[in-house]
């Protein structure tokens, strides 16, 4: 299943934006679930992962931790992704993808890319 990331847009320096993630028209077929970001010319770099199981695991890259949080709604077949505490660093293009984890590691199912959503961050 496809997971398409929305909710981007501008933002100054500081602020914050709520990312969302949907299966598009199906449910959450993962056992987890990673957020990714891309900046223009350079390589996709996982920034967050979290299970899909009910059992509360979440992992985040250090620099986010603190200023970035992962909830899922399993209710709704969503997932958010809180950015907060923003800066001209965090501009790129989230995605989110569907996965696995074991332990604190995060291996992205082999499924396509989903839609990708700006975040651009103004000094």
């Known amino acids: 299943v496809q997971l398409q990331a929305s909710g981007g847009g501008l933002v100054q320096t500081g602020g914050s934006l709520r990312l969302s993630c949907a299966a598009s028209?199906?449910?959450?077929?993962?056992?987890?679930l990673g957020w990714y970001r891309q900046v223009p010319g350079e390589q996709r770099e996982l920034i967050a992962s979290?299970?899909?199981?009910?059992?509360?695991?979440?992992n985040y890259k250090h620099f986010v931790e603190g200023r970035f949080t992962v909830s899922v709604d399993m209710a709704k077949n969503m997932a958010y992704l809180q950015m907060n505490n923003l800066t001209p660093e965090d501009t790129a293009v989230y995605y989110c993808?569907?996965?696995?984890?074991?332990?604190?590691?995060?291996?992205?199912?082999?499924?396509?890319w989903g839609q990708g959503t700006l975040v651009t961050v103004s000094s």
């Open positions: 979290t299970s899909l199981t009910g059992t509360g695991s979440t």
């Open positions: 028209g199906s449910t959450f077929s993962s056992t987890a």
């Open positions: 993808k569907p996965g696995r984890l074991v332990g604190r590691y995060f291996y992205p199912s082999q499924t396509s």
